[in-house]
């Protein structure tokens, strides 16, 4: 198995559509540190000049807007400024791995998508299935290598990400790495891990997709299909005051919201574990039957 | 259905042709012994063994390419053969480079695959069947956009392979190849087999003799007088008799005995295509 899962990635890895999504991800982990450190310095700015502006309805109705100066008890400290500073870096983690879920989630479904579906537009899947022991290990192979892939990708993103904030921070000597310990890196771990754990089931049916179809646009379509409609129906459903509001719960971006810590307002936070659940029901689902219609099926051309 | 009631039987050493028009149910065949396609009904064995229940035992042991060589575009002819080949397992990586030069692609064997022509793709198909060292090689349509030159190497390549001691199945439409190749062939016809067996015995003809003399009409009348013999007829300058195949010894003596000497004498044999055409279009009747 460890043979095939080494072939498969060998093949990922020399393919110029992965390179380009990790040059994707090196350019935009990089570049989105700018924008970031651009807002947390923005509030600081203003906050320490103390002038807050106050509108106030008159007697006479019309509305009128006051520079209040606050009391200097009241105004941001220069050391106050620094801390917010600071928080910037003390983020930098949860705000990268919050966008690492999208974009590992967009380009594994590409990825998935092309290397499944790409078997059966070249007419390798065949000579190839000849070469291994048995349809259920290459498939696993090849799922495996994937799933390698893209957390591979997932870690170059958030040490690119990581990495650029420390550095715009050090350039502006407040490269302070002080609330680093222990309990933040098991944090960290976590987090990282449960984001991985959510990107998983659309990526399998994703796979599944492709597997059926026999190619990777029906792959990106079904992958796609999910994310999207999953978020419209969740948003749809979310507001209803009838039993509708619940379906969510068993979809699988309200679970993962769940499990990697989001939340929003009105919404009712969802138990991790039961989170965790449903998206297992998903990927082992998606998967059992991947490789059930992959071994059942004759392979033609 | 693709193949109905197959029942083929190759024996180690042999060279085995699979002839069929198109559609015929060749490379379905092929596809059932490579087991990525499954039979409604029966079993293919291999090497003895069952292949639904020994499928790795007997595809180790096999090298094959199906209709048109596929491979990955964008890796080399050699990174696709050693991929292969890592995946087969326990394959040394000289055997990759030993296949690629018998072939004679050693000096594209760095080109991406995608670069290749198609005369290329085809010993690129050849040599990945070689990779793994097999005792069962099955070829399907192997000289497809290959020159002249390329088609007669592998058709040396074939008898070479068959000399080691490998067995070979080699699927084609071209009855010529064939012929010059195959000890044995099965006649597929929409999924069926008209017939099966040795070469040799399909193209020894129905027992007539072909006989050529300065005075065919002197020559007639005396072949008929010959109660052991069945009937005369002339045919392109020739004149055909029915008699047994190792009987010509004895009519030349005869003919010579009454002052007859023959310029040409020989077994009638017809030729594969003569014998393929024969059997397919008694079929459609």
Not at chain 1, 177 to 183: I, R, T
Not at chain 1, 228 to 249: E, F, H, K
Not at chain 2, 179 to 187: L, P
Not at chain 2, 241 to 263: H, K, M, Q, T, Y
Request: hydrophobic content about 45%.
């Amino acid at each position: 198995m460890s043979r095939l899962v080494f072939v498969e990635l060998f093949k990922l890895r020399r393919r110029l559509m992965t390179q380009i999504l990790a040059l994707l991800v090196v350019a935009f982990f990089i570049f989105v540190q700018v924008p970031r450190w651009h807002d947390q310095t923005r509030p600081s700015d203003e906050g320490s000049s103390g002038a807050v502006p106050v509108e106030e309805v008159g007697p006479d109705g019309e509305t009128r807007t006051f520079i209040v100066i606050q009391p200097e008890e009241a105004q941001r400290s220069p050391r106050e400024d620094a801390a917010l500073l600071d928080e910037f870096l003390e983020t930098t983690f949860d705000d990268n791995l919050a966008i690492v879920r999208w974009i590992a989630v967009l380009f594994g479904i590409v990825l998935t998508a092309a290397a499944l579906g790409s078997e059966y537009s070249w007419g390798t899947l065949r000579p190839f299935l000849t070469c291994v022991e048995s349809r259920t290990k290459y498939l696993g192979a090849k799922l495996a290598a994937l799933g390698m892939m893209i957390v591979a990708g997932m870690m170059l993103a958030m040490a690119l990400g990581v990495g650029t904030s420390v550095v715009i921070a050090a350039g502006d000597g407040r490269a302070e790495l002080g609330f680093v310990d222990a309990a933040y890196l098991e944090d960290a771990f976590f987090d990282f891990w449960r984001t991985a754990y959510g990107v998983t089931p659309y990526l399998v049916v994703t796979a599944l997709a492709a597997i059926i179809g026999r190619s990777a646009l029906t792959g990106a379509f079904a992958g796609f299909g999910l994310l999207i409609g999953d978020s419209i129906a969740t948003g749809v459903m979310q507001g209803s005051t009838t039993w509708l509001r619940y379906v969510p719960d068993y979809l699988p971006g309200h679970n993962v919201d769940a499990l990697v810590g989001v939340t929003f307002e009105d919404v009712a936070t969802r138990d991790p574990w039961a989170a965790a659940v449903v998206l297992a029901v998903y990927a082992f689902g998606a998967l059992a039957l991947s490789l059930w219609v992959f071994h059942r099926r004759d392979v033609q051309a | 259905m693709a193949v109905k009631s197959l029942d083929l039987e190759i024996h180690p050493g042999q060279v085995f042709g699979l002839l069929g028009p198109n559609g015929s149910g060749k490379t379905t065949t092929i596809s059932m012994v490579l087991d990525l396609v499954r039979p409604t009904a029966g079993s293919v064995q291999l090497f003895g063994l069952p292949l639904a229940q020994h499928r790795w035992a007997c595809l180790r042991r096999i090298g094959a390419i199906i209709e048109s060589p596929a491979f990955y575009p964008y890796l080399s002819g050699r990174d696709n053969l050693r991929l292969m080949a890592r995946a087969v397992g326990d394959v040394p990586e000289s055997a990759v480079d030993d296949a690629i030069d018998r072939v004679g692609l050693t000096e594209r064997a760095k080109s991406a695959y995608k670069t290749y022509s198609l005369g290329m793709k085809q010993r690129l198909g050849i040599a990945f069947t070689l990779v793994r060292q097999p005792d069962f090689v099955i070829l399907d349509e192997p000289t497809n956009g290959l020159d002249p030159a390329g088609t007669r190497e592998v058709r040396e390549l074939i008898i070479a392979l068959a000399r080691e001691g490998r067995t070979v199945l080699l699927a084609s439409h071209l009855l010529h190849e064939v012929q010059q190749v195959c000890s044995h062939v099965a006649i597929l016809k929409r999924g069926e087999l008209l017939a099966q067996g040795a070469v040799e015995e399909m193209l020894r003809g129905d027992g007539s003799l072909l006989l050529r003399a300065d005075d065919l009409a002197a020559l007639q009348r005396a072949l008929e007088q010959v109660e052991w013999l069945g009937a005369v007829e002339q045919s392109n300058g020739y004149l055909r008799v029915r008699a047994p195949v190792d009987s010509a010894a004895r009519v030349n003596a005869l003919l010579a005995e009454r002052g007859i000497f023959l310029s040409e004498l020989r077994p009638e044999e017809s030729t594969l295509e003569e014998y393929f055409l024969d059997l397919t279009e008694e079929s459609d009747e």
